[in-house]
């Protein structure tokens, strides 16, 4: 792992980091906030997901989550988006396929599957990196995102009880497999299998008996994207029928852009730390 830039912060530390990645193949950066609390004791730590186009940059800059987070002791991790550079055909052509839209997946199709690993990146690969070099508690670990981050977050935590102990989402893709999106990237990564759809679409494996600590999502009502792909009443739906604790909240005349993000990122924070620090 290397450094590339570390900054003062609220107190502590906000740093900019690179390391040579197994499951990616190509160098991955990462951003990491520390607390003020992580100078005398190991933090829970919350992973952050982006959504299509953004990198480790992205909610860094603009998701104002550092000030609360160093208030509740919580180190950041906030990762790219999908691997970059690895040489693919076609990566960089579109916006919401290949380089910036990894979609949180292991990838089973050709030309993708060697790099496009993000789904065990995650889990495995970063959480074990931050875990050994970083003050981090191991036993209290959440996860949110925003958008094809949002989905990231709630597949990676419904399916990861054990390791994920809190969970929410801004604008999240409820249902991967009902929308452009979802129906793109995982023709693209994962071919026409709608059982390995599945293993991936957040409302698929609500119903399929996956559950997660309470869920918090905000969905601006201004969004965008809201009708064609994000349709947070499928998951709501879902949820319901299923009993899996969900408070959605309808964010009236809020888009898609990180102005939202940042106004609902201190109730997110404080969630979280509700379920990792009790306080
Ligand atoms: N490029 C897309 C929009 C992509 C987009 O909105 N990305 C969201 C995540 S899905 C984002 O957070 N973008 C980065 C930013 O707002 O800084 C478009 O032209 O419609």
Redesign the pocket.
């Given at each position: 792992m290397k450094t590339l830039s570390e900054q003062a912060c609220f107190g502590c530390i906000q740093g900019f980091y690179a390391h040579d990645s197994a499951e990616t193949g190509s160098e991955m950066r990462f951003a990491v906030y520390l607390p003020p609390a992580a100078t005398s004791a190991s933090v829970p730590v919350l992973y952050y997901l982006?959504?299509?186009?953004?990198t480790e940059e992205?909610a860094t800059i603009?998701a104002g989550a550092q000030r609360v987070a160093a208030e509740h002791g919580l180190m950041l991790v906030m990762p790219d988006t999908s691997p970059r550079g690895v040489g693919l055909p076609g990566e960089e052509d579109d916006?919401d396929f290949g380089t910036g839209a990894g979609f949180y997946l292991d990838a089973v199709m050709e030309p993708w599957a060697d790099c496009y690993r993000m789904y065990s990146y995650i889990r495995d690969e970063l959480r074990l990196l931050i875990n050994e070099k970083f003050p981090a508690d191991p036993d209290r670990t959440g996860i949110f995102g925003?958008?094809?981050g949002g989905h990231g977050a709630l597949t990676i935590a419904l399916k990861n009880p054990e390791l994920y102990k809190s969970v929410s989402a801004f604008a999240p893709i409820s249902s991967p497999m009902q929308c452009p999106w979802g129906q793109k990237a995982f023709t693209g990564y994962l071919g026409t299998d709608q059982a390995s759809w599945a293993e991936y679409d957040a409302t698929a494996l609500v119903k399929n008996g996956k559950r997660a600590p309470h869920i918090l999502i905000d969905q601006g009502t201004a969004d965008q994207?809201l009708c064609e792909q994000l349709k947070p009443e499928i998951f709501e739906a879902a949820c319901k029928e299923a009993g899996q604790p969900l408070t959605l909240r309808r964010q009236d005349g809020y888009d898609?852009?990180?102005y939202f993000i940042q106004t609902f990122m201190e109730d997110h924070i404080r969630h979280h730390a509700a379920h990792l620090t009790g306080t």
């Open positions: 982006a959504g299509l186009t953004c992205t603009k916006w925003h958008s094809m994207f898609h852009s990180y």
